[in-house]
């Protein structure tokens, strides 16, 4: 079993995808006490997200 995103090491070893075991997604997660003391930290994280998220649609 392997988690495949573009499927670039699959075929680099010449394998194949089978069966797909279940779709996943990966989430951020920061309650609202960190966020007010670690913003200075975890709003450029945020941001850059955005960004990229933005570029691939």
Known sequence: MDLVSTGETLRQNNLIEVQTVMEVTARLVANRASMKIKADRLVPIIEA?????????
């Not at 960004?51 to 691939?56: H, I, P």
């Open 49 to 57: 997200i955005r960004v990229q998220l933005a570029a691939e649609s």
